[in-house]
């Protein structure tokens, strides 16, 4: 072969090399835009709030693959704007709650106090009115006190020491402290017990889970009535029930019972502010137990307290 036809065969060769690189190059580049347009179009979608519908996660593709971690942070994203959400709703309501419980015993307390320092008063109506706000400024004082208990446990702030001791000791001493208030209404207690009972809690806090039971037995019970409380030991849980013969709760009723500041409309006229036995639930699910309850309207009502026997 001559070298003429040599430096022909070479320049061919040159060529073809070069049109097949710019054919590789263009064929890149439209699998590249189009790759671009994919994620583009992705990522617009998600801004534009219409999810991740159009999305190819089930193909091995990188675009594939990227569209998963997309979705990822798609659903992240979406979670956090509903927790911020759901947060926002509860501080709306709590604040709502809070200016209702403060409304009535300021409004009350303003009153007698304007009417005692711009009227003539005798010395036994101004010793009542005098009571009515002590009895107004007492509530203020409960409801702060049971707020900031609310805060701290709602906020992690209070770290629970859970140890394993005798139930009875405990559920003896909710007991005295709550004896005089039913003997007033001539209230009786009785107490079945396995003394051998024991789990693992926080003494403190549980008695005070179980005295906000206890108090709303007593409260709601007529005179003269009946309180029983029972103290059992199963494989994984101690309980103890206390059961009343008060005036029962309404079946529709008894999830809401836990509810912040929640009150029956019947009871409105009893004192108390709806958060005791919110903070019952709040105290008592926090060392891994749970409270259930069973009530019938007009002849009473019980509440199983279930704890966990081991420290976990």
């Given at each position: 072969m001559s070298a003429q036809n040599w430096m022909i065969l070479y320049i061919l060769t040159v060529l073809c090399l070069g049109v097949g690189m710019i054919l590789m190059w263009l064929a890149m580049r439209r699998r590249f835009v189009n790759f671009t347009?994919?994620?583009?179009?992705?990522?617009?979608?998600?801004?534009?709030?219409?999810?991740?519908?159009g999305f190819e996660l089930d193909e091995d593709t990188l675009c594939s693959k990227i569209q998963t971690m997309l979705k990822?942070?798609?659903?992240?994203?979406?979670?956090?704007?509903e927790e911020n959400r759901n947060q926002k709703k509860a501080?709306?309501?709590?604040?709502s709650d809070i200016s209702h419980q403060l409304k009535t015993p300021i409004s009350n307390i303003t009153?007698?106090?304007?009417?005692?320092?711009?009227?003539?008063?005798?010395r036994e109506e101004e010793h009542r009115f005098l009571k009515v706000m002590q009895d107004q400024i007492e509530k203020l004082d409960f409801l702060v006190r049971s707020l900031m208990k609310m805060s701290r446990l709602e906020n992690n702030m209070i770290v629970l020491k859970k140890e394993k001791a005798l139930l009875l000791n405990c559920v003896m001493e909710v007991v005295d402290s709550i004896e005089l208030a039913a003997k007033k209404k001539e209230i009786s207690i009785e107490i079945q017990a396995d003394e051998k009972a024991m789990a693992a809690f926080d003494r403190k806090w549980t008695t005070e889970a179980l005295f906000n039971i206890l108090d709303n037995a007593v409260k709601y019970t007529p005179e003269k009535g009946r309180i029983r409380i029972s103290v059992e030991e199963s494989e994984m849980f101690s309980k103890i029930v206390v059961e009343d013969t008060?005036?029962?709760?309404?079946?529709?009723?008894?999830?809401?019972?836990?509810?912040?500041?929640?009150?029956?409309?019947?009871?409105?006229?009893?004192?108390?502010?709806?958060?005791?036995l919110y903070l019952s639930r709040q105290i008592i699910?926090?060392?891994?137990?749970?409270?259930?309850?069973?009530?019938?309207?007009?002849?009473?009502?019980?509440?199983?307290?279930?704890?966990?026997?081991?420290?976990e």
């Open positions: 347009d994919q994620i583009y179009e992705s990522i617009e979608c998600i801004l534009k709030g219409e999810g991740v519908g990822r942070l798609y659903d992240i994203t979406c979670a956090s704007v501080v709306q309501e709590m604040v009153m007698y106090s304007d009417t005692i320092l711009n009227h003539e008063l005798d008060g005036i029962g709760i309404e079946q529709n009723h008894i999830n809401d019972i836990f509810k912040r500041f929640y009150r029956e409309p019947k009871v409105h006229k009893k004192p108390g502010i709806g958060i005791g699910t926090s060392q891994n137990g749970f409270i259930k309850v069973r009530s019938k309207l007009g002849e009473g009502s019980s509440f199983g307290v279930y704890l966990t026997k081991e420290k």
